[in-house]
């Protein structure tokens, strides 16, 4: 079993920057895949972005695609979500993720772990 405990949530205003960080329980952090997805008041949840277990490939959705970055410190058990130029449309809970198979998928079904959600908020 593994636990993802987010942080770095909050109130920022648009053109603002915020920093995820997720740490994980575990000792097989490094072999697994991470990510984060993200739900908005009234929408489905969606994926945001993703990271392998060594670093050493990432996949964006669009939406975020120049503006966020995801990485790691498997030193640490702990993955980040760095999000700059935030907008409005940004708002939402933030999820992380984590997944035994360590691959890439924008798929929830592909991830095994979830956190518990911290609340990002932009105001225009």
């Known amino acids: 079993q593994v636990h993802l405990v987010e942080s770095g949530g909050g109130l920022v205003q648009a053109g603002g920057s915020l920093r995820l960080s997720c740490e994980a329980s575990?000792?097989?952090?490094?072999?697994?895949?991470m990510g984060w997805f993200r739900q908005a008041p009234g929408k489905e949840r969606e994926f945001v972005a993703a990271?392998?277990?060594?670093?050493?490939?990432?996949y964006y959705a669009d939406s975020v695609k120049g503006r966020f970055t995801i990485s790691r410190d498997n030193a640490k058990n702990t993955a980040y979500l760095e999000m700059n130029n935030l907008k409005p449309e940004d708002t939402a809970v933030y999820y992380c993720?984590?997944?035994?198979?360590?691959?890439?998928?924008?798929?929830?079904?592909?991830?095994?772990?979830w956190g518990q959600g911290t609340q990002v908020t932009v105001s225009s």
């Open positions: 575990g000792d097989t952090f490094s072999r697994s895949s």
């Open positions: 993720i984590s997944g035994v198979v360590d691959a890439l998928s924008p798929k929830e079904t592909n991830y095994d772990y």
């Open positions: 990271i392998t277990g060594s670093g050493g490939f990432t």
